[in-house]
C-alpha cells in the first residue's frame, strides 16, 4: 500500500483554519459522537449503554477538573498531537470524514464498549465493532489472564482522563482504494495490581487519599481505529487492534 504524503492532502495553513472551524462547530449529545466514528449504522448498538453518561472535557489544560485528586505534572509531547490534529485536519478536508470535537467523545464511548465486552468475555459481541484479526489476538490474551485481570479490562467513561492521537495515516492500495487508520492513547484510572506506567507517572499524579474504594493509579491504553475512504464504501470506523499497559500486551 502506498502512504499518501501531506503535501498530496494540501498546506498547514489550510489546517490550521479548518481545525478552528470544527473546533466551534460543536456536535450536540452523545448520540452525534457515536454517529461521528461509527455512523448511522452502528449509533443504536454503541449508544445504548452509555449515551447518558458524561464526558470529560476533553481540553488537556481542564482534563483533571472531573477528576479530584489528580494533579498534572508534566505534559505529552505537544508536537505529536499537533502534527496528528493537522493530519486529521487535513484528512476531514479532502475525504469529508465526518470528524469533529466529537471524534474523541466518540472514541472514548468506542472504548468503553470494546473493553467491557472484552473483560466479560463476550467476544461475539465485537463483531462488526472490531477485525476479526483484532478479536481473535484479542481473545489469546485474554485466555492467558486470571478472572480479577479480565474484570480490570473494563474502562469506564468517568475513568478516562485524557486521549490524543498518537499517530494518524492515509494510504492507498494496487486498487485506488484509501484507507485511514488513527491510533488514540488514553489515559485511564484503574485500581488494577500492575506496576506504575512511566508513561503516565511522568504526566499525572494521583492522590492516593482520594475516594473510598481500592487506591486508583493511572495507565495508559491504546486503541487503533480504521476506515475504508473510498467513495460508497462502508462509513463505519473498525477498532483493528487494542492495547492494555501489563495487561493485553
Same mark, same amino acid.
Given at each position: 500500500?502506498?502512504?499518501?504524503?501531506?503535501?498530496?492532502?494540501?498546506?498547514?495553513?489550510?489546517?490550521?483554519?479548518?481545525?478552528?472551524?470544527?473546533?466551534?462547530?460543536?456536535?450536540?449529545?452523545?448520540? $452525534?459522537? /457515536?454517529?461521528?466514528?461509527?455512523?448511522?449504522?452502528?449509533?443504536?448498538?454503541? /449508544?445504548?449503554?452509555?449515551?447518558?453518561?458524561?464526558?470529560?472535557?476533553?481540553?488537556? /489544560?481542564?482534563? *483533571? !477538573?472531573?477528576?479530584?485528586?489528580?494533579?498534572?505534572?508534566?505534559?505529552?509531547?505537544? +508536537? #505529536?498531537?499537533?502534527?496528528?490534529?493537522?493530519?486529521?485536519?487535513?484528512?476531514?478536508? /479532502?475525504?469529508?470524514?465526518?470528524?469533529?470535537?466529537?471524534?474523541?467523545?466518540?472514541?472514548?464511548?468506542?472504548?468503553?464498549?470494546?473493553?467491557?465486552?472484552?473483560? %466479560?468475555?463476550?467476544?461475539?459481541?465485537?463483531?462488526?465493532?472490531?477485525?476479526?484479526?483484532?478479536?481473535?489476538?484479542?481473545?489469546?490474551?485474554?485466555?492467558?489472564?486470571?478472572?480479577? $485481570?479480565?474484570?480490570?479490562?473494563?474502562?469506564?467513561?468517568?475513568?478516562?482522563?485524557?486521549?490524543?492521537?498518537?499517530?494518524?495515516?492515509?494510504?492507498?492500495?494496487?486498487?485506488?482504494?484509501?484507507?485511514?487508520? +488513527?491510533?488514540?492513547?488514553?489515559?485511564?484510572?484503574?485500581?488494577?495490581?500492575?506496576?506504575?506506567?512511566?508513561?503516565?507517572?511522568?504526566?499525572?499524579?494521583?492522590?492516593?487519599?482520594?475516594? !473510598?474504594? @481500592?487506591? %486508583?493509579? +493511572?495507565?495508559?491504553?491504546?486503541?487503533?481505529?480504521?476506515?475504508?475512504? #473510498?467513495?460508497?464504501?462502508? @462509513?463505519?470506523? #473498525?477498532? *483493528?487492534? +487494542?492495547?492494555?499497559?501489563?495487561?493485553?500486551?
Amino acid at each position: 500500500m502506498r502512504r499518501i504524503s501531506r503535501r498530496d492532502l494540501s498546506g498547514v495553513l489550510v489546517a490550521s483554519s479548518l481545525m478552528k472551524e470544527l473546533s466551534a462547530n460543536k456536535l450536540q449529545g452523545s448520540k $452525534q459522537a /457515536c454517529r461521528a466514528l461509527y455512523g448511522p449504522r452502528r449509533e443504536s448498538s454503541l /449508544c445504548s449503554a452509555c449515551c447518558s453518561s458524561t464526558v470529560p472535557c476533553r481540553q488537556y /489544560c481542564r482534563s *483533571t !477538573d472531573h477528576h479530584p485528586g489528580i494533579s498534572v505534572v508534566g505534559t505529552p509531547d505537544p +508536537i #505529536t498531537w499537533i502534527r496528528n490534529k493537522v493530519i486529521l485536519a487535513l484528512t476531514e478536508l /479532502c475525504f469529508d470524514l465526518g470528524l469533529s470535537v466529537e471524534f474523541d467523545h466518540g472514541v472514548k464511548q468506542a472504548v468503553f464498549q470494546v473493553s467491557t465486552k472484552v473483560s %466479560k468475555g463476550r467476544f461475539e459481541e465485537l463483531r462488526g465493532l472490531m477485525s476479526e484479526e483484532a478479536a481473535a489476538d484479542v481473545r489469546r490474551r485474554y485466555n492467558t489472564l486470571t478472572e480479577v $485481570q479480565r474484570r480490570h479490562l473494563a474502562i469506564s467513561l468517568d475513568d478516562i482522563v485524557f486521549l490524543l492521537p498518537e499517530d494518524v495515516s492515509v494510504v492507498s492500495d494496487s486498487r485506488g482504494r484509501k484507507f485511514c487508520s +488513527i491510533i488514540m492513547r488514553l489515559w485511564h484510572l484503574t485500581s488494577a495490581d500492575v506496576p506504575e506506567d512511566p508513561e503516565s507517572t511522568r504526566i499525572f499524579r494521583v492522590d492516593p487519599s482520594i475516594g !473510598d474504594g @481500592p487506591p %486508583k493509579k +493511572i495507565i495508559t491504553a491504546v486503541y487503533e481505529f480504521h476506515r475504508e475512504l #473510498t467513495a460508497g464504501a462502508d @462509513p463505519s470506523w #473498525t477498532v *483493528t487492534h +487494542i492495547w492494555h499497559w501489563k495487561q493485553l500486551e
